[in-house]
């Protein structure tokens, strides 16, 4: 069963717009990794922020953590079209366990 | 550096048949890891080798599923006896996370579709 739940499901934008994607999860953990993936094949890491951090950057990359409400969010700023993808996020609740995925969020950024 | 590699990128078979699907992770990571995405399901973890620990099985669907790891590297994924609802993108994925990095490199998966 997947714990990880995104919204929204589907974001269309426009080119230089930002994005905002939430994720929500259930258990404990003791990270919290954004994936990207295109043409529903492999899937690229994209960023990773442990437990005991509440926000990091990487590039247009904004990430948030809070584990009081156990959600995070993704922010791409000045988004471009290549940003045209899936973004999911997955929970590693062992310290390099399994990832537990949400079903993702479909990103169309409009040129 | 070549990145985690899989084979076959694509696999037809009948029902009722076995298949293999393999992986070759990147060189000098410790842990392998397979999952599968189908449009139902999503993103579902299956099995997980770390080292020479015994192996986290615990997502895997049911006995007609298997994999083992050879000399800490390849990794085969077996699912015998193929049913309709295998039909999936077969993703391999591994990381160094001995050393405390946990970022998941995966390969480029293999869709599996069973007629």
């Known amino acids: 069963s997947q714990q990880g739940e995104e919204d929204p499901q589907a974001l269309s934008i426009q080119e230089g717009e930002n994005a905002t994607m939430n994720c929500s999860y259930k258990t404990s953990i003791n990270n919290l990794q954004w994936y990207r993936q295109n043409s529903g094949r492999g899937l690229v890491h994209l960023i990773l922020i442990r437990s005991n951090e509440r926000e990091k950057h990487s590039g247009r990359l904004r990430v948030t953590l809070d584990t009081s409400k156990k959600s995070s969010s993704l922010l791409i700023t000045a988004s471009r079209a290549a940003d045209t993808a899936s973004y999911f996020c997955a929970t590693d609740a062992n310290r390099g366990g399994k990832l537990i995925f949400g079903q993702g969020t479909e990103l169309s950024v409009k040129p | 550096g070549a990145g985690v590699s899989q084979s076959p990128s694509n696999k037809v078979t009948e029902k009722g048949k076995d298949v293999e699907l393999r992986c070759d992770p990147i060189?000098?990571?410790?842990?392998l890891y397979w999952y599968r995405q189908s449009l139902g399901q999503g993103l579902e973890f299956l099995i997980y080798f770390q080292g020479n620990s015994a192996p986290d099985k615990s997502g895997l669907p049911s006995d007609r599923f298997s994999a083992e790891r050879t000399g800490g590297s390849v990794s085969t994924l077996t699912i015998q006896r193929t049913q309709q609802e295998d039909s999936a993108v077969y993703l391999c994925a591994s990381s160094s996370s001995g050393t405390g990095s946990f970022e998941q490199y995966f390969g480029p998966g293999t869709r599996l579709t069973v007629t």
């Open positions: 060189s000098g990571h410790t842990a």
